[in-house]
């Protein structure tokens, strides 16, 4: 077997930084915003831009969703600053097509139906289920803090019960929320 993650020596060639933040605005809607950086440890020369230095920024994007309470869009500002190529910012306008997009289940079929396969960038897609995350958790982390008895009806533990480890039946999470709930139910 090929060497192994834990002891063999590697070479950084691409680093790619995400960074999601979730925000309650004044206007009454939640807004979720991802910053996408892409830098490389070696000069890339291209035809738009030249010689990228060690460093600088390939792709440097954001891709930011206004939502309301139901986690319906209601506004999206898509910006390209660094890109590869020069037409790659015309993509921007294409995220518009996401107002109106509730984010459950299914959404993101629907959103990338709506941006366009040809019309969108590869890179603000790939952003859309983190920020459907960094929304529930914005959201749903604000409200189980702020509104009593948020999150703690039956209906949200059948929600939740078995989602993933830390809300498996016999998890700590469940005897937390849900007390009265006996383990095995």
Known sequence: MPGSLENTKRTLVHNRNIDVRGYIREDGLWEVEAVLGDT???IISLP?????PVGEHLHYMSLALALDESL??????????????????GAER?????????????WLDEAKAAI??????????????????????????????HIEG????????????????????????????WPDSKQGE
């Open 94 to 106: 294409s995220y518009q097509a996401l107002v109106g997009v509730r984010i459950g289940s299914g």
């Open 150 to 177: 948020f999150g703690r009806t039956e209906k949200d533990k059948q929600r939740m019960l078995n989602s993933c480890f830390g809300f498996r039946q016999e998890g700590r999470a469940v005897a937390h929320i």
């Open 72 to 89: 319906t869009i209601k506004e999206v500002r898509a910006r390209m600053e660094d890109t590869p190529h020069a037409d790659c910012p």
């Open 48 to 52: 738009d831009r030249g010689d990228i």
């Open 116 to 145: 366009g396969r040809v019309a969108g960038c590869t890179h603000l897609t790939e952003l859309l289920p983190v920020l459907a995350t960094a929304a529930i958790q914005t959201i749903h982390g604000y409200k189980l803090q």
């Open 40 to 42: 490389k440890s070696h």
